[in-house]
């Protein structure tokens, strides 16, 4: 396989009208540019690039992007004003996020027509994600068709979910005919935020039992035994379990047909009222948590209920993979929430002494960007902060797999 000499990952997170990119050394893990197209479409389109290596300032561009095409040319174009560009040799590979991966996809995997046609199959359980992700995917292989581009999927780390955590529990006919079962997401980073907490006790990932809570706009839980997920919050899709910045979360079902026969609601009214207008937005108007703990530190009821759900939801899954594991060594928070809102940490924490959580609330206070434990001594169970690197754990997964190839 050609192109393997090279340390760098361009790493690609291709949204359905836009594109994150970095840029990273596996060298030394050191990230050289990073950035982003908006509006990919429209005629306001905005390209943000930094470029790390050089330390020069942030550029900004705002006009109009056709295409995918025209906005990964864009990307290479800025990478190579800072002498970075796609065509250097240094460049191994590419890396993209891909959402859904289904049953088939448990590992990261090099992209050949055989696995973009799988992908494209999986559309139906991924129709917002996959087509994306797929744009993306054939622009880059255009541009640069010599080299290995590897798929990284969101729901790979929790294809290790038991059956029984896996399958909900409908006629097992239907639900295989429409592969209905739960997929859970934003595995990249419960992978990493798992390995990266056992690190933080001095234990190798198979010694210790973990709970990681993904507390961002989107936000998921998961119960990971030994390095192996055995359970998440998420589902079918990503609309199940923690209440989210705009996602309800869980919700007896039976909530559809009632919006649908008394509420005369569509299919697409209902998706996007779960999807885009629940959760936290929907239970006070505001998604960001900051502002949430502003207007509650002004009194504010609404936002002080929204809170309060969010929590008991929290706590409610906490619990549940304590359950789960039976032995739980540590309790991770990451994510935007997680990682930056102590409050939540601490209530979510409140009163779990009985299942060995504590949490110091001067340790709690601490700001960084290091993983970090917040838990005093006599806490039986670790509670940590682990901030995630989802682009980091692609870019390593994706040089581990077109290294491990080319020997
Ligand atoms: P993410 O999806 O991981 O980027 O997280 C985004 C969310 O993190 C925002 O919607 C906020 O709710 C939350 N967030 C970011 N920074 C802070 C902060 N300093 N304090 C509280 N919440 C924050």
Not at 54 to 63: D, H, I, L, V
Not at 228 to 237: E, F, I, K, P
Not at 362 to 378: K, Q
């Amino acid at each position: 396989m050609s192109g393997t000499r090279g340390t760098r990952v361009l790493v690609l997170n291709s949204g359905s009208s836009s594109v994150k990119y970095q840029l990273l050394d596996m060298g030394d893990g050191g990230r050289l540019a990073l950035g982003l197209v908006e509006r990919i479409g429209e005629q306001s389109s905005r390209l943000k690039h930094t470029p790390l290596a050089t330390g020069g300032e942030a550029r900004e561009w705002t006009g109009p992007i056709a295409d995918h095409d025209a906005a990964l040319k864009a990307v290479a174009e800025e990478l190579a004003r800072d002498g970075l560009g796609l065509d250097s040799p240094e460049l191994a590979a590419i890396g993209h996020r891909v959402v859904h991966g289904g049953q088939t996809f448990t590992e990261p995997t090099v992209i050949d027509e055989a696995v973009l046609a799988e992908i494209e199959r999986l559309i139906p359980v991924a129709p917002l994600h996959n087509p994306a992700n797929l744009t993306g995917i054939r622009t880059a292989r255009a541009l640069r068709p010599d080299l290995p581009q590897v798929a990284v999927f969101d729901t790979a780390f929790h294809t290790t979910m038991p059956e029984s955590a896996a399958r909900y529990a409908i006629d097992v006919e239907t639900a295989d005919a429409h592969r209905i079962r739960r997929y859970g997401f934003h595995g990249t980073s419960h992978a990493y935020v798992s390995r990266e907490t056992a690190k933080l006790l001095g234990k190798d990932p198979s010694e210790v039992n973990v709970i990681v809570l993904h507390l961002g706009n989107g936000a998921s839980a998961s119960a990971v035994r030994g390095g192996t997920c055995v359970d998440t919050s998420m589902g079918l899709t990503p609309l199940e379990g923690l209440v989210m910045g705009t996602r309800s979360g869980d919700m007896d079902p039976a909530v559809i047909f009632h919006l649908m026969r008394v509420g005369g609601m569509s299919t697409d009214e209902i998706d996007t009222l779960l999807n885009k207008k629940s959760g936290l937005i929907g239970l006070c108007g505001d998604n960001d948590m900051r502002e949430i703990r502003r207007r509650i530190d002004e009194g504010d009821e609404r936002a002080q209920l929204a809170f309060d759900i969010y929590i008991h939801r929290l706590k409610k899954y906490i619990g549940a993979y304590c359950a789960v594991l039976g032995r739980v060594d540590a309790v991770a928070f990451t994510a935007g929430v997680g990682e930056n809102a102590a409050p939540v940490r601490e209530a979510a924490v409140a009163g779990l002494e009985q299942l060995g959580l504590l949490v110091d609330a001067e340790l709690n206070a601490v700001r960084g960007d290091e993983p970090r434990l917040i838990s005093p001594a006599n806490s039986r169970v670790a509670v940590a902060v682990v901030p995630t690197d989802e682009e980091l754990e692609i870019a390593t997964q994706t040089y581990a797999l077109v290294r491990e190839e080319s020997n």
